[in-house]
């Protein structure tokens, strides 16, 4: 089915509502959306604070955080028909809140309308509706947090992680939180000195299986903002324990669109543009609630690669390879693997390398394709959480000077090459009568 005609199918999406409970020492949610009368989804959250439990008195007082929850998890669930129409039933949204989601709809699900060939507008991608009885929510009615010396640092399994960790650790008291724990998460938190779950604040997300029924029937699928998630769960991290401060690891090179010229940006929710709006949204709408922001947003990959290289009791656990996540190993094919072998190669040996990814990725020429993606020679950058054009060009050129034998390394030299020889030619041409 296409974009429009998935639209005429299901011209309403609504969010119904949610229900929260405290069952044993987590707190569970869950959310209620349908699609006219014959789709639902009914999501379930569970999140585990351990040691750092501050639970309220009266969890009524979460119940504006647990609607915003639910406004960014809805996202997922809208996508895979694009209703025109979104219904709010809960509360609703003043007018400057509803600009502030549709631009995270438009810009956070850039890359799926990309991705999916989707010709629409801003104005034309949908509409909000509210219930004639829901009110808005006043921002004095969220709980707000003093800041204190403890930090809650966001554990994603990764290089970048590591290094906000262990620089934190050295003058805060840091606590760990995992979305869906894995094999990487759990030990890097375990090298970490954070053994016990106790320690640690874990949230259990679950998509709904109907939806991955849906899509395998046909309906729209593909990318959304979860980082923006992230931050909307960030919230109630601060609400239930009292920590105010969330240091995320988002570097420079999430600013960089995916495909250059455009707002496309695989990226988005985790740019210092959504950085600061959610940052004005949660002080203007939400009490000032926590304070959100990222440790590395300064530096880049080359930056943060050689910081983590300082850090070699990670180098066994570690892992930022999406498509080998499941297994908690490198797949060695994807972007991922090339991106973060090449980024780390600079400041870590031939040897130590093979032993983290398994293989060789340097030297293993099937992956020019994917360099030429990364480095700039492809006309886009892979759909991937990766650095810079710049970023990796610059470990590049460094790796022709300590890696020249290596089988990418030398494509990268005859590729470059034949760009310099190509971009001469059209500037004699430019310059002809």
């Not at 949204?93 to 991705?115: H, I, N």
């Not at 040996?349 to 990725?361: A, K, P």
Request: aromatic share 12%; with cysteine; glycine share 6%.
């Amino acid at each position: 089915m296409t974009f429009d005609e998935l639209r005429a199918q299901h011209p309403v999406f609504t969010y119904e509502g949610y229900d929260y409970s405290l069952e044993g020492e987590g707190l569970r949610i869950q959310f209620h959306y349908r699609i006219g009368d014959a789709i639902r989804f009914d999501p379930t959250m569970t999140l585990s604070a351990g040691r750092n439990a501050r639970y309220p008195a009266n969890l009524k007082t979460l119940e504006g955080i647990i609607f915003h929850i639910g406004m960014i998890e809805l996202i997922s669930y809208w996508k895979c028909t694009c209703s025109p129409v979104v219904r709010i039933l809960p509360h609703q949204l003043s007018a400057d809140q509803q600009e502030w989601w549709r631009k995270l709809f438009w810009l956070g699900l850039g890359e799926f309308r990309y991705t999916n060939n989707l010709h629409t507008t801003p104005t034309d991608f949908f509409d909000f509706e509210f219930a004639e009885e829901a009110t808005e929510i006043p921002a004095s009615a969220y709980p707000h947090v003093e800041p204190d010396n403890r930090v809650i640092v966001p554990i994603g399994g990764g290089k970048d992680s590591v290094v906000t960790l262990e620089e934190l650790r050295t003058s805060r008291e840091v606590v760990p939180f995992i979305i869906n724990p894995r094999g990487a998460t759990i030990e890097c938190a375990r090298v970490a000195g954070f053994p016990d779950n106790k320690d640690m604040l874990i949230l259990q997300r679950e998509i709904d299986p109907r939806l991955i029924q849906l899509n395998k029937e046909g309906y729209l699928n593909g990318h959304t903002p979860f980082s923006a998630m992230l931050a909307f769960y960030t919230t109630l991290l601060s609400a239930v324990t009292g920590i105010r401060d969330v240091a995320l690891s988002n570097e420079s090179s999430a600013n960089e669109p995916t495909i250059p010229g455009t707002q496309i940006n695989h990226q988005y929710s985790k740019s210092l543009e959504f950085e600061l709006d959610f940052r004005d949204y949660v002080d203007h709408f939400m009490n000032g609630c926590n304070h959100y922001y990222s440790h590395l947003r300064k530096l880049t990959e080359l930056q943060i690669a050689e910081r983590f290289a300082q850090h070699p009791q990670y180098f066994p656990v570690f892992k930022s390879c999406n498509v080998g996540s499941k297994e908690d190993k490198w797949c060695c094919h994807c972007p991922k693997c090339l991106f973060a072998y090449v980024i780390l190669s600079p400041f870590i040996d031939d040897s130590t390398m093979v032993r983290i990814f398994g293989e060789d990725l340097l030297d293993n020429a099937e992956l020019a394709p994917t360099l030429d993606e990364l480095d700039g020679m492809s006309k886009t950058k892979p759909f991937e959480c990766v650095g810079t054009i710049r970023e990796v060009n610059e470990a590049m050129r460094r790796l022709c000077n300590t890696r020249p034998d290596k089988a990418l390394v030398k494509h990268y030299i005859n590729k470059s090459l034949e760009q310099l020889e190509d971009n001469m030619l059209e500037e004699y041409f430019n310059m002809s009568p």
